[in-house]
C-alpha cells in the first residue's frame, strides 16, 4: 500500500464500511481528543492545519488517473473539516482555562454531530464546494462543514450555558 493511500484513507480508516465518511470522523474524533489532552487548544490548531496542507498535496496525488476524484474512502477531508469542528470547543475550555485532561463530553459530541449534518446536507457553500467536482473540492466542501459546524457549537453551547445554567 502507498503512502498516498494512507493518508487519503487517514491510516485506512476510510476503508471501514458502511459509511466510510463516518467512520473517518470518528477517528478523527478520537484523535482530536488525544492531540487536546497532550497539547491542548495550540496542539489541535497546529495539526488541523498541518492536515489541511496534508490534504490539498495527497488528494490529488492520490486519485491521479481516477475517473471521480471525490472517493468515499478519502477520508482526510472529513478529518480537517472534523478537526475544524472540535477546534471550537478545545479553544473554549482552553480559554477557560480548562486543563488539558478535561474535553467534557457536550463539545465533543456536538461538533462530531453538527459536522456530519453540515457534511452529509451539504447546505450553502459546502454544496458548492462538492460540486465542483474536483480535487479541491473534496477538501473544500468538508472546511466548510468544519467551519460551519464549530458555528454550530458555539451557538449551542451559548444556549447551553446561557439558557440552561
Known sequence: MSMDRLLATWFYSGLLRPAPGTWGSAVA???????????HFPLLALATGLVIVLGFWVVP????????????EIVIDEVAGQW?????????????????????????VAAFLFFRLFDIWKPWLVGR?????DTAGVMLDDLWAGIFAA??????????HGVLM
Open 129 to 133: 464546494a462538492d460540486r465542483r467536482h
Open 84 to 108: 475544524l469542528a472540535l477546534m471550537a470547543p478545545s479553544f473554549g475550555f482552553w480559554h477557560a482555562g480548562l486543563t488539558a485532561d478535561n474535553f467534557p463530553w457536550p463539545g465533543w
Open 61 to 72: 496525488r492520490y486519485t491521479a488517473g481516477m475517473a471521480d476524484p471525490d472517493r468515499s
Open 29 to 39: 474524533v478520537a484523535m482530536g481528543l488525544i492531540l487536546h489532552r497532550i497539547g
Open 151 to 160: 458555528i454550530a457549537t458555539i451557538i449551542a453551547a451559548g444556549v447551553a
